[in-house]
């Protein structure tokens, strides 16, 4: 594929429930970001991924949410207990090489997940 | 703070107008990002300023890097429909991999 995928694009769950979002990164993308977009808002970083190093997970709001990348390269994000404040869009985005000033990430469209 | 401001929030305006929006910090940052975001994709970037004072444009669009590097503009020169959408700032923090996004500028340009 091109560009970055995410699926699935629309989630609906109740209150309670788990979910999982998962992001394609661009094949050969080292760097994997995940962010949380509130209606209207600006995007929220939540956590990182780099090559094989240890992710920086100091963006997750609470120990219900938690990310894991697979293999370097396909990511989950995993929200436990879903509340009706994590309904928001949920972006991914890679890019190519060691984060560094100038880098540009490359954005998936979003999961759009609505806790009932 | 290292939170970026922009200005205004929203912006409506009709199709061959001139438009700038703002993005603001009291912090100094070494570069900043501009990106814009239509209904339902993921931000695409439009540009990296780096050098205080900077212009740097893009067809229609003039992006400014302030002096002081605390600040930066978008101006978009005779806008058009296809111009709407949420157009975001980004700072990188110092010494980390964490980017800093504003809560955007949402302009929509009527035909």
């Known amino acids: 594929g091109a560009g970055v995928s995410q699926s699935p694009s629309n989630k609906v769950t109740e209150k309670g429930k788990d979910v999982e979002l998962r992001c394609d990164p661009i094949s050969g993308h080292t760097a994997l970001y995940w962010y949380r977009q509130s209606l209207g808002q600006g995007l929220e970083f939540l956590i990182y991924f780099q090559g094989n190093s240890a992710p920086d997970k100091s963006g997750l709001p609470s120990d219900r949410f938690s990310a894991e990348r697979t293999g370097g390269s396909v990511s989950t994000l995993t929200i436990q207990r879903t509340q009706q404040e994590d309904s928001a869009v949920y972006l991914c985005?890679?890019?190519?090489?060691?984060?560094?000033?100038?880098?540009?990430?490359?954005f998936g469209p979003g999961t759009r997940l609505l806790v009932l | 703070t290292q939170l970026l401001e922009q200005s205004p929030q929203f912006l409506s305006i009709q199709e061959g107008e001139n438009l700038t929006v703002y993005c603001n910090s009291s912090s100094v940052f070494s570069s900043l990002q501009w990106y814009r975001q239509e209904p339902g994709e993921g931000p695409v970037l439009l540009v990296t300023v780096v050098t205080g004072g900077e212009v740097k444009k893009l067809k229609r669009l003039t992006f400014q890097f302030g002096d002081a590097r605390k600040d930066s503009s978008l101006h978009i020169t005779a806008a058009q429909p296809g111009d709407t959408g949420l157009y975001l700032c980004?700072?990188?923090?110092?010494?980390?991999?964490?980017?800093?996004f504003g809560t955007g500028t949402r302009l929509k340009v009527l035909a």
């Open positions: 980004a700072r990188q923090l110092s010494g980390t991999y964490k980017y800093i």
């Open positions: 985005a890679s890019s190519p090489n060691m984060a560094g000033a100038q880098e540009t990430q490359y």
